[in-house]
T-cell receptor, first 114, second 118 residues
Framework: NAGVTQTPKFQVLKTGQSMTLQCAQD?????MYWYRQDPGMGLRLIYY???????DKGEVPNGYNVSRLNKREFSLRLESAAPSQTSVYFC?????????????FGEGSWLTVV | AQSVTQLDSQVPVFEEAPVELRCNYS??????LFWYVQYPNQGLQLLLK??????LVESINGFEAEFNKSQTSFHLRKPSVHISDTAEYFC????????????????FGSGTRLQVQP
């Protein structure tokens, strides 16, 4: 029972480099999310996708782009990484409103920008 | 928009003692409320949630939380903690109105680190 799978788990980037975080879910959920977690700040929403083919900005979208490739996959791209983007990134997906839209998280991707 | 305040960043407690982790929220609309737990180097796992009905909700591992609308609180409690409960706990809120699911993204508090000592 894989749930939400994200890769890579660890990555070190130099300032200005680009990279893509990959995420896939096998629960047939319509909605997917990318959050970042920083010490003392909880989780903040970067982007979300309500359904295949749609994406919307969250609280902290600057410096990121996303692609909802199909119902299963939702990727996050850093075009020109900055030290301020050093963080732990979580992909998540959610079930139906009837069950309270419970959100299920991947195990996280630790990104360091030097 | 909603916001969540977790007043305690760290809560040290001895094993088998009771604990309460505080959570207050702010919202102009009806909300769903959640507690998530994060063990070291792992993702977040749902602990319990309030959607409607009984204001007292329980998890399978002995935690409970009570929705108090007048005080806009959703405090998490456990009568007797174990070493294995050491983790970070996040309170979260989402809009309960009939919306597209994507607009029901969670807003999180800053987290409370529960440290259970022997």
């Amino acid at each position: 029972n894989a749930g939400v799978t994200q890769t890579p788990k660890f990555q070190v980037l130099k300032t200005g480099q680009s990279m893509t975080l990959q995420c896939a879910q096998d629960m047939n959920h319509n909605s997917m999310y990318w959050y970042r977690q920083d010490p003392g700040m909880g989780l903040r929403l970067i982007y979300y996708s309500a359904s295949e083919g749609t994406t919307d900005k969250g609280e902290v979208p600057n410096g990121y782009n996303v692609s909802r490739l199909n119902k299963r996959e939702f990727s996050l791209r850093l075009e020109s990484a900055a030290p301020s983007q050093t963080s732990v990134y979580f992909c998540a997906s959610s079930d139906s409103p009837d069950t309270g839209n419970t959100i299920y998280f991947g195990e996280g991707s630790w990104l360091t920008v030097v | 928009a909603q916001s969540v305040t977790q007043l305690d960043s760290q809560v040290p407690v001895f094993e088998e003692a009771p604990v309460e982790l505080r959570c207050n929220y702010s919202s102009s609309v009806s909300v769903y409320l959640f507690w998530y737990v994060q063990y070291p180097n792992q993702g977040l796992q749902l602990l319990l949630k309030y959607l409607s009905g009984s204001t007292l909700v329980e998890s399978i591992n002995g935690f409970e939380a009570e929705f108090n609308k007048s005080q806009t609180s959703f405090h998490l409690r456990k009568p007797s903690v174990h070493i294995s409960d050491t983790a970070e706990y996040f309170c979260a809120v989402s809009d309960a109105r009939p919306l597209d699911t994507g607009r029901r993204a969670l807003t999180f508090g800053s987290g409370t680190r529960l440290q259970v000592q022997p």
